[in-house]
Every structure is written in structure tokens, then in C-alpha cells.
């Protein structure tokens, strides 16, 4: 029988059936099955209720990053990733920043965008001006779609408007500037500006399509800064190296996606870590990197007077403490806890300041001793078990692979054989 990927009501049966059906699809032998079967924290029930057709759940590993003072708090920052070596980067990072205080970190509040797309209006300008007029309505319809944000002090606060003219025609796209509190927003802002629409298109004659919140969001910035004394950093020339690293990435957009991919290792670790969504916060901050016509790096180093090195990071932090994933992945819950925020805007705080961290073991590793030595030590304990060593003898295994410099895993299992035949 011919394999089909046309399952005809997939998404209404039980975790078995459709394991049966991804079995006989796929090839799967009982032990791929018994892996998909197995439940951690995060039972079956829980998954089938987050996201459809189910067949099992995946586990990362989280790590604690040590040594964090942020605004003059301490704190342990749960990290689920998968690269060795960023926890205990991140570790060392916030040690090394401790020196000149810790990080110290603002945001500009929860405020997310709904866009609002109208076409087909012969006059866009004046009909701009019109829906501006109108902007008192807007926000009373808005918030009147929720009523519970509203009283906690959130909801739609101000709109904006743009014309953008395209190969299509002029185009009419409303902003609604929502402060959605502990949320990260998403659900919220979507709902205001569907009910929105079929008014717009009444009061201007126009067509509305799209209707749905922005990722780029520039409204709900994290800022950080920290300052490593050049002593903690081993001398003024480890600075200097810093600086040129960050030069370059200014420079050159191939340097910088690899400098943004430290700092997101980092912010998204954390993301993970407390349930807030990952795809949300890649997009606004890569489309934030390229803000000015060019991407860059997203955070800056300077040297100050005395030659100690100065970091800073600007970057959207849309993530929430209610809703989602936050509120039903129970490790997710654990991991709130760790932290112990009681905001979202404080949640968003602790991820800059992470970001900023692990940019900073990062650039520090480059300008020094290569970011293959750290690296490699923890990636040859992954190789050794993938040679098939177990106990102690994955470390011993690792060892001798570092020593080599032949972190490959045809050689880890030649060292295993010499250690068995031992």
C-alpha cells in the first residue's frame, strides 16, 4: 500500500492510534515507540492540550546560570539548551560583571503593535487623517474586547498610522499601540484589531486584510549595561580584543549574525526555559539588528576612561508570565519560581541581562584563548557517549580526546576499545 501523509482524522484519536499510524508510516522499530512514550514533567494529557496531534513530548537539559546581580538583586537563571559550554559561559560572564556591579537594566513597559492593513483607498492620506479623528472610538472598541486587561491597567493607549506606498498601491496600515501587562500580548492585540476591521473598512470604504500584532517589538525594548573592570578581564589588551571583535561586527553582517547568535544563545536558553515563545523573539530581535538599513550587532562595547570595558544591549523582549505555555508546562512554572519575577517587564529584564552575559563570555573567549578550547572540552563529553562510553570512562574518553585535539567520534571509539582491552 502506497504511504500517505493524508491521515483523515488524526488530530481526534488517542496517543496510541495515531503512534500506530506514525509507526507503520515511518518504519519505527518498539524502541523508537517506548522513547516517544515516555512522560517526564510534562505529561501527555498537558501536550495534547498545548499543541495538535501529539505523539509524544521532548525534554532539553536546563542548567542554572550562577552569579547573576541585576539592579541589585541576585539571582539563578534556569538555561534550557542543548550547545555545551553557554551555561557555564554565562556563569562566568556574570562573575566577571559582578566587578563593575552586575548588570543594570531598564525597559520601556509591555506595550505591544496590532497592524491593521487598508487598501483599495483612492485618497490614503486624507483617509489617515480621517481614522485619526475617529482614534478615541478606535481605543474605546479596542479595549472593550477585554475588559480584564483594561482593569489591571492594560489596553489599547494610542494608535498610530502610516501610508506605505506599494507595487499593489497605497496602503493604509493603522498601529494600535496595547499595554498588555503580563502577557506577552499575542492573543490580546489579535482580537482588538479583528473586531477592529469591519469598523475601519465601514467609516473609509476600504478593504481590511490583515489584521494581526507585530514580532518587531520595538515599543517593549530591554536595555542593559555592565561594566568588567580590565583586571577581572585580565588587562587592558583582553579589552582591546573585545573591541575590535565588536568592530568588526559592526562592519561586517557575516560577523554579526555569529556575534547576535551568542547573544541569543543566551536570551533564548531562558525563553525556553520559562515557556515564552522562542520564534517571537528571534524574529523582533534579528529585525531589530537591521533597523538603520543594515544588520548589525544588537549590543555595543566600548572602553571608558580608565580602560575598563563597557557593554550595553537594546533588544524587543516580548515575553509574558500569564498565557501560553508559562501557565501550563509545569517546568516552566518551576522555573518562574527559580527566578522568582512577579512581572513580565522583570522577566524581560533577566533576559537582556543573560543575553548581555553571554555576549560577553563569548567576545572575551575570541579575543583570547579561540572559542574552540572551552567548547570542544564539554562537546567531546557528547562525542565519548556517542562512541558508546558510559560512566567514568566518558570522561576519560573526553580527555584524551581534547588532548589529541581530535574531537571525532571514529576516534573516541578506538580510545574506548584501548580502555576496555585495559
Known sequence: MEKTSRISGFHK?????????????????????????????LNFETANRMIENVIGTIQLPIGIAMNFLINGREYLIPMAIEEPSVVAAASNAARLARSGGGFYVTNTGPVMIAQIQLVNIPNAHATRMALFERKEEILTLANAQDPMLVSVGGGAKDIEIRVLST????MVITHLIVDTRDAMGANAVNTMAEALAPFIEDWTGGRVYLRILSNLADKRLVRARTKVTKEALGGEEVVDGILYAHTFAEADPYRAATHNKGIMNGIIAVVIATGNDTRA????????AARYGHYGPLSTWEKDAEGHLVGTLEIPMAVGL??????INPVSQVAIRI???????????IVGAAG??????ALRVLATEGVQRGHMSLHAKNIAVMAGATGALIDEVAKRLVEEKKVRVDRAKEILEGFKKK
Do not use: C, W
Open 13 to 41: 484519536m488517542g496517543l496510541e492510534e495515531r503512534l500506530k499510524i506514525v509507526q507503520s508510516f515511518s518504519e519505527l522499530k518498539e524502541g523508537d515507540l517506548k522513547t516517544l512514550m515516555k512522560e517526564g514533567a
Open 322 to 327: 500569564v498565557g501560553g505555555a508559562t501557565k
Open 339 to 349: 527566578l522568582g519575577v512577579k512581572s513580565a517587564v522583570e522577566l524581560g529584564e
Open 281 to 288: 523573539i528571534e524574529a523582533g530581535a534579528h529585525t531589530y
Open 356 to 361: 548581555l552575559a553571554q555576549n560577553l563570555a
Open 167 to 170: 507595487p499593489l498601491g497605497e
